[in-house]
């Protein structure tokens, strides 16, 4: 028994020493650190200044944006939004960065913010390049806005059809119930003249009423008719009114802030690199040493 259990121990002893010699120690880890402190400075040096260079040599660009909203008719679009997208991805925008000299260095981007009718062009560039950008969105929308203007016109034709249409029927109504008006006034004057013998079938005076109450029943049925077209009038008007061409508000906007991470961020990243790539390379030359000496030592 005493053999099995001094055995046992001899075992648990080892295992126990073995998993000492496993667990990683910070003071070692440390002390690897101090010795390659030179490898370390090196490559932070390095990537910082990398950074600095990069952060000052870069030129600051700027966001320009120009919104876009597109046109309406009754409220809706006159084409669907994916499919302006479409055709300023595939032809519009090509079109003009083809024909305009060095707009290419720019570069133009379109999106559609959710749940909007209207577009954003984005070109990035130097705060001198204002100009340049701003003629090429201008172009850009040039484009644009007629082929939603011709869309919107042919939408709009029957609307505006109707419209002159009932704009003419009012006026010759309109003209009608005057002369009524006046034949009114006409028979009001007979029937003063006539006075007592109003009833009177010599003086013609029953021709003069029945004439007043036709003249009475055409010129309300007149005015009905006119009101109901100028309510009808209204409504087309209404209907044209809330349509709309493509309008841009401002081309070709700057941005306020620099586009980008700016140079204080760069540098920054640039310094937390070279600590992270010099710690990984001290560890590197340590494992490599290390395993010269045990390749050296056998």
Not at 30 to 53: A, Q, Y
Not at 111 to 139: C, M, N, V, W, Y
Not at 158 to 183: C, G, H, M, N, V
Not at 238 to 267: F, N, Y
């Amino acid at each position: 028994m005493g053999k099995d259990s001094s055995a046992e121990e001899l075992h648990l002893r080892r295992e126990f020493l073995s998993d000492a010699d496993d667990e990683i120690s910070l003071v070692e880890l440390w002390m690897v650190l101090v010795r390659r402190r030179k490898i370390i400075s090196i490559i932070f040096s390095l990537c910082l200044i990398s950074g600095i260079i990069t952060a000052f040599s870069v030129p600051t660009k700027f966001l320009f944006s120009t919104t876009i909203e597109l046109a309406l008719v009754n409220a809706t679009l006159v084409e669907p939004a994916a499919s302006v997208l479409a055709k300023l991805r595939e032809s519009q925008i090509p079109l003009v960065l083809g024909a305009e000299e060095g707009s290419e260095l720019f570069g133009v981007d379109v999106k559609q913010p959710p749940r909007s009718k209207a577009l954003i062009l984005t070109s990035l560039g130097l705060a001198t390049d204002a100009e340049a950008i701003k003629g090429l969105h201008q172009s850009i929308f040039d484009l644009l806005s007629k082929d939603q203007r011709a869309l919107a016109e042919a939408l709009n034709t029957p609307s505006r059809k109707r419209y002159s249409l009932l704009a003419s029927q009012i006026r010759t109504d309109a003209a009608r119930i005057s002369k009524l008006k006046q034949s009114e006034k006409l028979l009001e004057n007979m029937l003063m003249t006539l006075g007592d013998n109003v009833i009177s079938p010599k003086e013609n005076g029953i021709d003069v009423l029945q004439a007043q109450a036709l003249n009475s029943h055409a010129l309300v049925s007149a005015e009905r008719a006119i009101f109901e077209y100028q309510s009808r009038l209204f409504d087309l008007r209404s209907t044209i009114d809330m349509s709309r061409h493509a309008t841009a508000e401002a081309i070709a906007v700057r941005s306020l802030k620099p586009s980008g991470i700016g140079k204080m961020v760069t540098i920054l990243l640039s310094a937390m690199i070279g600590v992270f790539v010099g710690v990984l390379a001290a560890f590197f030359w340590e494992f490599i040493v290390k395993a010269r000496c045990i390749n050296e030592g056998r």
